[in-house]
């Protein structure tokens, strides 16, 4: 990300914890319990592509979601084919933002406007467009992995204890995200 990037993310930033409603009421709910699941990613290779479709396929085979919608942003000028739409996929790229670096576009203001039970940020590493979608959705519970500049936007933040890959991070979200509010088994006497 050049100099210019770093000052523009700074104050979309800026005005983005403006707009933030502080009374929000978040509704956790357990993955396997929801309905509508949303999922953000930082796609710059295909191979981080791949294990967010892994995991999406897994979520559906395994919990019986099919109501599972991805959004990925590209930082590239073009989407490469690996990212054009798929069924539960979409991706925006560089083109996609105005000078402040905010997504626009149908793509991002219908994935906006849905109200997911929970939203999950897969990303590792600071991506303001992303982290703009996160503020703005309208999900009603966001996830996401510990980040100071991004406990503003998310309702539980998962500590990776030094995970740096992707796959960490989803097994991690994955893992915690199946432990809130699970259904309570009857003890056999």
Known sequence: ??????IKDWFGRRALVKQIVPDRVPIAKNLAMSVKVGIIYYSHEEEAHAQVRNYVKKIKENLGLT????LGYFPGKEL????????NFDAFCHKDLNWYRVPHGNVVQNFIAEEYDILIDLTLQDQYPLQFIMAKSHARFKVGRLDNKSAHFLDMMIDTAGADSLAQLISNMDKYLLMINAPKVAALN
């Open 1 to 6: 990300m050049s100099v210019l990037d770093g």
């Open 67 to 70: 109501r599972i919608m991805a």
């Open 80 to 87: 490469p084919f690996y990212l054009h739409a798929k069924l």
